[in-house]
């Protein structure tokens, strides 16, 4: 099966510029996450979509960013405007079961987004 | 609140070596718990998970986990270390209902010929 997409790789802007991150999860998969991943760090959960709905956003700055997911398929990250520390990859993964605590999460390759 | 930690930032090890990267965890009720690859410029990639059931839990690429209840630990294991297992690995436990993962801070396994 087709994995995780996401465009794109990488992004280079100035800070108070803005972006927009693209995700189309594996087919069929009710789950979306976004992650952030600071270098040298873990990934940080952003949001989580259960179809088209939001299930969890407590830790997505909601002043700059916003992220959707109209058709509970793909999905759009934005920031706006972006700040230096928002120098990050930004990882999309996707599960099947909607609420399987037990379920492995399936992760896109990331984009790289350097804020300068 | 459930976490996990990886007390080591970097791991060497000689190729054909046997290969261990920590955790540790902190979790309320039955833990389940993951580990992930990352290889440079790609995403995760899943490994193993710890649910029920034996302590011992074998995962992809040769690797496996053990499961410690009273040292409240699951380290990584591989019996003999390839170059191409130099990677960033995660250990990570899932929260709350919707399955969001804690990752651990990684550990860099540097794996020389």
């Known amino acids: 099966e087709a994995g995780v997409a996401q465009s794109p790789r990488y992004k280079i802007i100035e800070k108070r510029q803005s972006v927009a991150f693209w995700c189309n999860p594996i087919s069929g998969h009710a789950t979306l996450y976004w992650y952030q991943q600071i270098l040298g760090q873990g990934p940080k959960l952003l949001i989580q979509f259960q179809n088209n709905g939001v299930v969890d956003d407590s830790q997505l700055p909601k002043d700059r960013f916003s992220a959707e997911r109209l058709k509970g398929v793909d999905s759009t990250l934005k920031i706006q405007p972006a700040k230096l520390e928002d120098s990050a990859v930004y990882l999309c993964a996707s599960s099947h079961p909607p609420q399987g605590i037990t379920y492995e999460q399936y992760f896109g390759p990331g984009t790289r987004l350097t804020v300068t | 609140a459930q976490s996990v930690a990886q007390p080591e930032d970097q791991v060497n090890v000689a190729e054909g070596n046997p290969l261990t990267v920590k955790c540790t965890y902190s979790v309320s009720g039955n833990p389940y718990l993951f580990w992930y690859v990352q290889y440079p410029n790609r995403g995760l990639q899943f490994l193993l998970k710890?649910?029920?059931?034996?302590?011992l839990v074998k995962g992809s690429y040769g690797f496996e986990a053990e499961f410690n209840k009273s040292q409240t630990s699951f380290h990584l294991k591989k019996p003999s270390a390839l170059v191409s297992d130099s990677a960033l690995y995660f250990c990570?436990?899932?929260?709350?209902?919707?399955?969001?993962?804690?990752f651990g801070g990684g550990t860099r396994v540097l794996v020389k010929p």
């Open positions: 710890y649910i029920t059931g034996d302590n």
């Open positions: 990570a436990v899932p929260w709350a209902a919707g399955n969001k993962l804690t």
